[in-house]
């Protein structure tokens, strides 16, 4: 039976618990939540429903261009970037990709879809989970799918911007498609010098994915896209999908989400101190903390069951479990507002303190 692998499943959590109060730590978007003036736009929008959304997303790519300052031809935008991830693998049916491990899960769906056979690189513990050039040494001829997500969900470390390049020259020589996975680049300071965004051009066997879902908190609106200067790849993953793919409130809701220039600049700020703070407390209590550089904090603990215990407080965390090379000591919580993060803080001490009180810790 298909079992659903992501964080961020309130629908079964509220249903399980009968609790409408959960705190979801389990999914990582800005704590922030959606700007209020996409709530305004999208609103407005309304009233276009009535027509099939712009198949070609005009006005969308125009302020994604200025954005992300490229040229609107080299963007696409979809139904999420999940929707990128399963067109590009449908139009290029790789037979071999390599995957690092962990990593986020739908490459691997995805790829499973075309029978595509899978090679791990494998992030170890003792490299406190970072990429390192041996990962050179795996990209070979028969390699013709790259995954790298950078910041890497669930552990939250960065690939230097050195090594990804490194990584990009040799993918290059081996005929290798690169996919990078930026997705939650922007929440990176400075994150300017770890983006490959200024190699784009001059790689045109390279893709960068993005995504409003979790800068702009809103997954529920499922809106991502892709960068990349090969206009034949491109026009590909346009042809293994429907034209229709992001809905006129999507599109309104990116547009406006864009000019909202001082969210960012909250964002920034806030996700800065919040971690920080999430990060201290988080070893007070005795948990091994990977010092992640994005939104979301990746820990190893000995306290058994920890999600299962704080679904028990009202509060969903990520156990990362179900990845490969982890176990059930691992989690991962996102990074919230000062009030959140105060009553997530209070609640792993409460089961900490009520599992030594019955000796099991
Ligand atoms: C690394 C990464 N890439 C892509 C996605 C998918 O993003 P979207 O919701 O825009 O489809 C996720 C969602 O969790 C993710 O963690």
Same mark, same amino acid.
């Given at each position: ?56 997303? @005009? ?27 399963? @067109? &590009? ?20 769906? #995805? ?16 490299? !406190?989970?970072?990429? /390192? ?35 990009? #020259?040799?993918?290059? /020589?081996?005929? /290798? ?14 994150? $300017? ?12 066997? +390279? ?5 409003? /879902? ?8 499922? &809106?991502?896209?892709?960068?990349? $200067?090969? +206009? ?15 809905? $006129?409130?999507?599109?309104? #809701? ?23 703070? &999430? ?27 920890? $999600? ?29 507002? !000062? ?23």
């Amino acid at each position: 039976m298909y079992e659903y692998s992501h964080g961020g499943d309130i629908y079964s959590v509220r249903k399980q618990t009968g609790r409408d109060d959960i705190l979801d730590y389990s999914s990582n978007v800005n704590p922030l939540g959606l700007p209020e003036a996409v709530k305004r736009a999208v609103l407005q929008s309304l009233d276009e429903c009535v027509n099939y959304p712009d198949p070609f997303c @005009r006005e969308l790519i125009a302020a994604l261009a200025e954005y992300e300052n490229v040229d609107h031809t080299v963007i696409l935008a979809a139904n999420g970037a999940a929707e990128i991830i399963f @067109r &590009l693998v449908l139009a290029l049916k790789p037979q071999k990709a390599l995957l690092f491990a962990p990593t986020f899960s739908d490459y691997e769906k #995805a790829l499973h879809t075309v029978d595509c056979s899978i090679d791990y690189y494998s992030l170890l513990e003792a490299n !406190h989970f970072s990429v /390192t050039e041996a990962i050179l040494n795996q990209i070979n001829n028969s390699v013709d799918m790259l995954f790298i997500c950078n910041p890497n969900n669930p552990t939250g470390q960065l690939c230097s911007k050195e090594l990804m390049l490194k990584i990009i #020259a040799k993918c290059r /020589t081996t005929g /290798t498609i690169v996919v990078v996975d930026e997705c939650f680049m922007d929440f990176v300071e400075n994150s $300017a010098q770890y983006s490959v965004q200024s190699a784009l051009k001059q790689n045109d066997h +390279m893709l960068i994915l993005k995504a409003f /879902t979790k800068i702009f908190a809103m997954p529920g609106f499922r &809106l991502g896209y892709v960068l990349t $200067a090969n +206009m034949a790849l491109l026009e590909k993953i346009r042809m293994a999908g429907q034209d229709w793919s992001v809905s $006129a409130p999507a599109q309104f #809701a990116g547009i406006c989400a864009l000019q909202d220039k001082d969210y960012l600049r909250r964002t920034e700020i806030l996700i800065k101190d919040e971690r920080e703070f &999430l990060i201290r407390e988080l070893k007070h209590l005795g948990f091994q903390v990977f010092g992640s550089r994005a939104n979301y904090i990746f820990f190893k603990t000995a306290v058994t069951n920890l $999600a299962a215990k704080m679904l028990e407080k009202g509060i969903m965390i990520r156990s990362c479990a179900n990845y490969i090379n982890l176990s059930n000591a691992f989690y991962r919580i996102a990074v919230k507002n !000062h009030e959140d993060n105060l009553r997530l803080i209070a609640a792993f001490r409460d089961v900490i303190n009520d599992e030594s009180h019955h000796g099991h810790y």
